[in-house]
C-alpha cells in the first residue's frame, strides 16, 4: 500500500469548498493549488492579518477547476439572522452555504470566549435542535442552539456567507488541472519577505507590541500545508512518496511557529537583540520554501510527463 501523508487545518474556506466537492466524489486536492501564496493584509500599524473585507476567501479555483460559481450572500443591512434562517431553512439538497462565524462564539474552538476571529463554516440545515455546523478545519460537526448562531454569526456589525451550486461541480479535465498548478506556482516567498521586512524595521519603541502585530502568522503559514496535499495528489498518479518533501512542509510550519514565539519573546523581555535571530530564521525559512516550490514542480513535471500532457 501506498504511504501516505495526513494535512489538517489548511485555510478554512478551502476546505469548506472541498467538503462540497468530495460530496459529488470528485478529487478536491487540485482545489488547494496556490493556497500557499494565498492574500493576506498589512494593516497601516504593520500588522498582519489573515482577514480583511477587502481580500477575498475564494482562490478562484472552484470555477477554473470545477466550472462552479461562488456566489456571495449577506453583507448588507437588511440582511439579518431572520434571512439567514429562512435561507437555510428553504435550502435545496444541492445547495451549500458556508457563511462567517466568530470563534469567540463556537463552544468547540479554542478561541471559545478567548479571542474574537472570523472563521468559515458549512451551515448544512437547520432543525429545532439548531443549525448543524460542519466544520472541517477544526474537524467538528453537530447542532449549535439557535441564540448561539444568532451572535456567532455576526462580525463588524454584518453577516457574510457564500452560494455554491454543488450540482455544477464537474470533474476537471488533467489538462485543467495542469494548467491551474502552473498558474497557481509563484516565484519567491512574499510572507516571509513582508516579515522580513517588518523585523528589520522594529525600533525599541515598536517592539512591545510587535507580538500581537504577529499574532496571525499562525494562522497563514498553515497554508504552506498545501504543498503537501498538492504533493500527495501527484504522487498517487505516479506511485511515489516523497518523505523528505513532507518532512521540509512540516518543517516549514514548524519554522514559522518557532519565528512567532522569537517575536513573543522580544515583545515582552524588550529584547532588540532577538530581532537578528528572527532575521536568521526567517532567512533559512525562506531557503526552505523555496526548495520545497522547486521539488514540487519537479514532481508536477514527471506527473505531466507521466499523463502525457503537451
Same mark, same amino acid.
Given at each position: 500500500?501506498?504511504?501516505?501523508?495526513?494535512?489538517?487545518?489548511?485555510?478554512?474556506? /478551502?476546505?469548506?469548498?472541498?467538503?462540497?466537492?468530495?460530496?459529488?466524489?470528485?478529487?478536491?486536492?487540485?482545489?488547494?493549488?496556490?493556497?500557499?501564496?494565498?492574500?493576506? +493584509?498589512?494593516?497601516?500599524?504593520?500588522?498582519?492579518?489573515?482577514?480583511?473585507?477587502?481580500?477575498?476567501?475564494?482562490?478562484?479555483?472552484?470555477?477554473?477547476?470545477?466550472?462552479?460559481?461562488?456566489?456571495?450572500?449577506?453583507?448588507?443591512?437588511?440582511?439579518?439572522?431572520?434571512?439567514?434562517?429562512?435561507?437555510?431553512?428553504?435550502?435545496?439538497?444541492?445547495?451549500?452555504?458556508?457563511?462567517?462565524?466568530? /470563534?469567540?462564539?463556537?463552544?468547540?474552538?479554542?478561541?471559545?470566549?478567548?479571542?474574537?476571529?472570523?472563521?468559515?463554516?458549512?451551515?448544512?440545515?437547520?432543525?429545532?435542535?439548531?443549525?448543524?455546523?460542519?466544520?472541517?478545519?477544526?474537524?467538528?460537526?453537530?447542532?449549535?442552539?439557535?441564540?448561539?448562531?444568532?451572535?456567532? /454569526?455576526?462580525?463588524?456589525?454584518?453577516?457574510?456567507?457564500?452560494?455554491?451550486?454543488?450540482?455544477?461541480?464537474?470533474?476537471?479535465?488533467?489538462?485543467?488541472?495542469?494548467?491551474?498548478?502552473?498558474?497557481?506556482?509563484?516565484?519567491?516567498?512574499?510572507?516571509?519577505?513582508?516579515?522580513?521586512?517588518?523585523?528589520?524595521?522594529?525600533?525599541?519603541?515598536?517592539?512591545?507590541?510587535?507580538?500581537?502585530?504577529?499574532?496571525?502568522?499562525?494562522?497563514?503559514?498553515?497554508?504552506?500545508?498545501?504543498?503537501?496535499?498538492?504533493?500527495?495528489?501527484? +504522487?498517487?498518479?505516479?506511485?511515489?512518496?516523497?518523505?523528505?518533501?513532507?518532512?521540509?512542509?512540516?518543517?516549514?510550519?514548524?519554522?514559522?511557529?518557532?519565528?512567532?514565539?522569537?517575536?513573543?519573546?522580544?515583545?515582552?523581555?524588550?529584547?532588540?537583540?532577538?530581532?537578528?535571530?528572527?532575521?536568521?530564521?526567517?532567512?533559512? /525559512?525562506?531557503?526552505? +520554501?523555496?526548495?520545497?516550490?522547486?521539488?514540487?514542480?519537479?514532481?508536477?513535471?514527471?506527473?505531466?510527463?507521466?499523463?502525457?500532457?503537451?
Amino acid at each position: 500500500m501506498l504511504e501516505t501523508a495526513a494535512y489538517e487545518q489548511i485555510h478554512c474556506m /478551502l476546505d469548506c469548498l472541498a467538503v462540497a466537492v468530495n460530496q459529488r466524489g470528485v478529487e478536491s486536492r487540485p482545489l488547494y493549488f496556490g493556497v500557499w501564496d494565498g492574500p493576506f +493584509e498589512i494593516t497601516e500599524q504593520a500588522e498582519i492579518r489573515y482577514y480583511s473585507p477587502r481580500l477575498s476567501f475564494d482562490n478562484g479555483m472552484m470555477e477554473k477547476l470545477y466550472g462552479s460559481r461562488i456566489t456571495k450572500v449577506g453583507h448588507y443591512e437588511t440582511f439579518n439572522y431572520e434571512v439567514f434562517s429562512s435561507l437555510i431553512g428553504g435550502k435545496g439538497q444541492d445547495t451549500t452555504y458556508i457563511f462567517r462565524m466568530n /470563534l469567540f462564539h463556537l463552544p468547540y474552538a479554542k478561541q471559545y470566549r478567548v479571542q474574537h476571529r472570523p472563521h468559515l463554516v458549512v451551515v448544512d440545515h437547520a432543525s429545532g435542535e439548531g443549525s448543524y455546523i460542519v466544520d472541517p478545519y477544526f474537524g467538528w460537526e453537530g447542532y449549535i442552539a439557535n441564540d448561539v448562531i444568532r451572535e456567532a /454569526l455576526y462580525w463588524e456589525g454584518h453577516i457574510l456567507g457564500y452560494e455554491l451550486n454543488a450540482q455544477s461541480i464537474k470533474e476537471p479535465s488533467l489538462k485543467t488541472i495542469a494548467a491551474a498548478f502552473e498558474e497557481s506556482m509563484l516565484s519567491g516567498t512574499r510572507l516571509a519577505d513582508e516579515v522580513m521586512g517588518l523585523v528589520s524595521g522594529e525600533t525599541e519603541d515598536t517592539l512591545p507590541d510587535l507580538s500581537a502585530r504577529v499574532q496571525q502568522i499562525g494562522v497563514l503559514t498553515k497554508r504552506n500545508y498545501g504543498y503537501g496535499i498538492a504533493c500527495s495528489y501527484f +504522487e498517487e498518479a505516479l506511485g511515489t512518496f516523497h518523505r523528505s518533501f513532507h518532512d521540509h512542509v512540516h518543517e516549514l510550519v514548524k519554522g514559522w511557529e518557532t519565528v512567532v514565539l522569537l517575536c513573543t519573546k522580544a515583545s515582552i523581555l524588550r529584547r532588540m537583540d532577538f530581532l537578528a535571530k528572527m532575521a536568521d530564521k526567517i532567512r533559512q /525559512l525562506q531557503l526552505l +520554501e523555496l526548495q520545497i516550490k522547486d521539488q514540487l514542480g519537479q514532481i508536477y513535471s514527471s506527473w505531466r510527463d507521466k499523463q502525457g500532457i503537451q
